[in-house]
């Protein structure tokens, strides 16, 4: 993986989530169907709704989450990238069996370079095909000395 500077190849602070979000999605039902032991899990219900056609009844509404935090020590977003990867493409044909479909989101967590020049990282192209395979959505959060920065 490439960063915008020859001189510090890596960031410091790296991690990658994937993480999967969908109403009626029982997140120990998904645990089961990938054989995967998930980073975080949770089920929310979201109230009723009224609208002009009537009541729409409440809906459970899961998450499931998956992230290289203390699993990769290498601080190359592309080796954590690759991890998901590698992890989950065997899984995807499961994965499009739940009914519905949850959505599936990337996340990365970064430090820039150079906290004052805010440099982020470059992603490989192998690493955006995979996740675009995958049909996944990107998030890219960098962090400057703890705080977030947003991205």
Sequence with gaps: ???NTPDKPHAGTVSAA?????????PDEFTALLGVQ???VSV???PAKFNSGGICRGRDCGLWSYDTAGL???RDIGEHIRHLIRSFRPLKN????????????VH????PIFATQGLSPCIDADC?????????TLTVELIKNGEVDGG
């Design 94 to 105: 499961r994965i499009e069996e739940v009914s519905p479909r949850p959505n599936a989101f």
């Design 44 to 46: 929310s219900q979201l």
């Design 72 to 74: 990769l020590p290498s």
């Design 18 to 26: 994937l993480t999967f979000v969908g109403y009626e999605m029982r």
């Design 38 to 40: 998930p980073s975080f």
């Design 128 to 136: 955006v095909a995979g996740l675009a395979e995958l049909g996944a």
């Design 1 to 3: 993986m490439k960063l």
């Design 108 to 111: 990365l967590r970064c430090e």
